[in-house]
């Protein structure tokens, strides 16, 4: 099984240090939030994990091997990366949409193989969307379009799948789909990471929270050690109050900070 | 993932009608045999469908075969000569050109981008211009579509790096980057122009570059373009699914695994090669690989691997009606090519501004 690793990774843009440096390890088989307010490195650290971006200083690792080292196809094959951004302009339909991902799979002469059209059977089925396989992309709502680009991501077949802001756009319950649809990828041994300032939402879906504040990582492990209200104070500058649910899991509610 | 999941038949549901690629060869195809068909038999002398057929057996076939046939030595001239190499150019110039639209419409990820308004087209012209006022294009016929080509291929880098930051480029920019590229080619041109306006061979084969048209085109032409189109166009057909991806914008394209450095290259590359081809034996033809793609992508939906074969088709077939349409709606004067398909693009090119101006999608 296969391990992300930052190794005292940072970024730099014109000069100035905007996220790291950072050490962290993401282990298989997890289901791991980034968490932080707008700004605090979590796409950054994404895109790090997804070999999107070089850090400037320090390393990405996946089991021990730096991932710029790798050639792009293979880090693609082994890593999925869903943007926040689900608006696709040009009418592709769905299939054409989830036929894209088999691209890192598919030699350039090669035509679609057997493989590659049990891979995109399989994911349409796995996140329900098979009945919308004919649609164009650009029709679909947006609860639709998030499925089409989860499906997408699991057509690659990765060990890794990196969700920026998967339910930003999203209303409650399609939310709670997507973050379901998550929960159980990652219990068939898929690695899952969610990237989200929205904590009430996905603490009961994960398994590891790692809390980010300008670039830094301040804290990660679990709820109660990550999320106590004097951190999300800290981090978020509201003050916070856990109130419990039936389901054995506190929520947070929001107070404006009196300064 | 139950093997029943797996089995499920895909539903067949579209929410906007594609036709289907049957049907459209179904009309494409003959629409091109008759309209090449069409563009030989019409002229300032109308030939007959037999005579065409007997002089191409005349010409394809073995003489033992066709001792038989007979034809006239006008015949061969009118027909083997003069029309069938311009019909010919005619065809792989419009090819040449709308597959180069498709090209550069996926990699500045805007539907506007076409050659001759990306400063490709001012580019090839010039690199033309060049090997003819250094006197290259005498020592060798090849330096002249080569030359095309590397003016072609500085022109699109000159205007991607204008134009695009992060991967992006705003419809503004790339106009702009586009439009100062060409008049700066172009007034070298001109430039070069006036310069050897006393040598009045090279200054007309400049004049007829910089307007554009497939007067005069030859079998030479024929062999200096065609190779180039074929070449550029399966190396077009072999990036479709780069094209796809890069379409979706850059960051979705390396997460799937695109080298996007090296496909783009590889893409600006081959558009070179597409435009110079076309530039080199007509001139500068605007607005076909702005009309022909933009109409592909209609009918048969954005995905490349469709759109590429069926604008490369209907660009040729579009650019042989254009012609015959410039040298038979006012005889005995020929109208310029370029002024037909500008009046086709044109209109087409306004509407698709405005409408990205009001926030419209890219089709």
Known sequence: MSILEARNAGVKRGGRTIFGPASVCIGAGEMTALIGPNG???????????????PDEGEMLIDGEAIHSLPRRE???????????????????????????????????????????AAINSAAAYCDITHLIDRAINTLSGGERQRVLIARS????????????????LDIHHALDVLQLCESLSRQGRTVI??????NL????????????????????????????????????VEAETVPTKTGQPVYVFHQRIR | MSAAAQNTPLANVSSRPRLRLSVF????????????????????????????LRVAEFKILPHAWTSSVHVTKADVVIVWLIRVPRVIVAFFVGAGLASAGVLLQALFRNPLAEPSLVGAGEGAVLGGVISFVTGWSATSVLSLPLMAMVGALLALFIVYAMSTRGGVTPVATLLLAGVATSALLSSVASLLLSVN?????????????????????????????????????????????????????????????????????????TAAILTGAAVAVAGLIGFVGLLVPHAARLILGPSNRTLLPASALTGGAFLVLCDLLARTIHPPTEIRLGIVTALCGGPLFIYLLLRQYRGGANG
């Open chain 2, 25 to 52: 060869y179904g009309f494409l195809l003959p629409i091109m045999f008759l309209s090449l068909l069409a563009a030989v038999g019409i002229g300032s002398t109308h030939i007959s469908w037999p005579t065409i």
């Open chain 1, 154 to 169: 699991l057509v690659v077949e990765p060990e890794f799948i990196l969700l920026d802001e998967p339910t930003a756009n």
């Open chain 1, 75 to 117: 880090v693609a094959r082994r890593v999925a990366f869903v943007p926040q951004e689900t608006q696709i302009d040009f009418g592709f339909t769905v299939s054409e949409i989830l036929a894209m991902g088999r691209y890192a799979h598919r030699g350039r002469f090669s035509p679609q193989s057997q493989v590659d059209h």
């Open chain 2, 197 to 269: 306006i006393v040598n009045w061979q090279i200054a007309q084969e400049i004049v007829f570059w910089m307007m554009g048209g497939l007067d005069a085109r030859t079998w030479t032409h024929v062999w200096l373009c065609a190779p180039f189109v074929v070449l550029g166009f399966v190396a077009s057909l072999l990036q479709t699914r780069d094209l796809d991806l890069l379409q979706l914008g850059e960051e979705t394209a390396a997460s799937f695994g695109v080298d996007v450095e090296s496909s783009k290259r590889m893409l600006t590359l």
């Open chain 1, 40 to 54: 605090s490195g979590k796409s950054t650290l994404l895109r790090l994990f997804a070999g999107l971006w070089q």
């Open chain 1, 202 to 237: 996905v603490t009961r879906h994960v398994t590891r929270l790692i809390l980010l504040q300008g670039g830094l990582l301040i804290a990660e492990g679990l709820q109660e050690d990550v999320l106590a209200p004097r951190a999300i104070q800290e981090v978020f500058h």
């Open chain 1, 194 to 199: 969610v990237a989200t300032h929205d904590f």
